[in-house]
């Protein structure tokens, strides 16, 4: 069983910092692009950041430089770093894991929210 499991989320203030995880199981990690998403109600799910096993990575061009994606391929985690938050970064962050369409897993979501 696939299984995806995000933490790390909650409140902060405007400019403050936050780290989510992502464990993943029952995936032959290595294989896989990691990413993460984020939604915000009434709006599509977009891309933030994605890193492949090798370390390669692309981000969202309006969070480059403030958000960093990581991986820890013998922990089957993947990361993401956020700094510098905004109000407009509040959203339900997703992780996901891809290899083919076939193969294609979320995980249930955690919420930010930035606010004073």
């Known amino acids: 069983q696939v299984q995806l499991v995000e933490s790390g989320g909650g409140l902060v203030q405007p400019g403050g910092s936050l780290k989510l995880s992502c464990a993943a199981s029952?995936?032959?990690?290595?294989?896989?692009?990691m990413g993460w998403y984020r939604q915000v109600p009434g709006k599509q799910r977009e891309l933030v950041a994605r890193?492949?096993?090798?370390?390669?990575?692309n981000y969202a061009d309006s969070l480059r430089g403030r958000f960093t994606i990581s991986r820890d391929n013998a922990k089957n985690t993947v990361f993401l770093q956020m700094n510098s938050l905004k109000p407009e970064d509040t959203a339900v962050y997703y992780c996901?894991?891809?290899?083919?369409?076939?193969?294609?897993?979320w995980g249930q979501g955690t919420q930010v929210t930035v606010s004073s």
């Open positions: 996901n894991a891809y290899w083919t369409s076939n193969y294609d897993w």
């Open positions: 029952g995936i032959l990690f290595r294989i896989y692009v």
């Open positions: 890193i492949t096993y090798s370390g390669s990575t």
